[in-house]
């Protein structure tokens, strides 16, 4: 089984022991005996955990296949930070426009401000929605609530 082989070389090429890899994701050291002996195999959760510990991918943990863009963890983590990068001068541009006078903020109300300049007509439907769940006034004899 090439999990079995792939596991050893990772733990053996970092001078690792089983009960650190045990450690490290939380496992028994027999669980991580009994994976490289090829007894058993770890759950999926356990298993990506395994390839994220060790900075490789799955499919070569359990496959011994390299992606076809030979991507890392460290690939993915660089790109996401760069998209949030990215993501935060956007909402500074976005902002700049704003404090530029073009505006945005004063073409948008906010929940609150609705709320508080139309109170009493928001008094009014509920009323009126109740009354009309409730048969009208006429069903009230004469009581108000």
């Known amino acids: 089984m090439e999990f079995a082989k792939q596991l ?3 733990r053996t090429d970092k001078g690792l022991s089983q009960e650190d890899i045990a450690q490290k994701i939380h496992v028994t050291r027999q669980a991580v005996s009994r994976w490289e002996a ?3 195999v770890p759950d999926l959760e356990t298993a990506v955990q395994l390839a994220a510990f060790f900075d490789v991918s799955l499919d070569w943990l359990v496959l011994d296949k390299q992606p076809a863009d030979n991507v890392t963890n460290q690939d993915i983590l660089n790109a996401v930070n760069e998209l949030r990068d990215d993501i935060d001068d956007l909402s ?3 902002d700049d426009l704003d404090d530029g006078g073009v505006g945005f903020s004063d073409n948008r109300k906010s929940v609150g401000s609705f709320l508080e300049d139309n ?3 928001i008094i009014v439907m509920c009323v009126l929605i109740y009354m009309g769940f409730h ?3 006429s069903s009230w004899n004469g009581k108000f609530f």
């Open 8 to 10: 050893k070389k990772l």
């Open 38 to 40: 090829g007894s058993s």
């Open 92 to 94: 500074d541009d976005i």
């Open 119 to 121: 109170w009493f007509l």
């Open 135 to 137: 048969g009208g006034i």
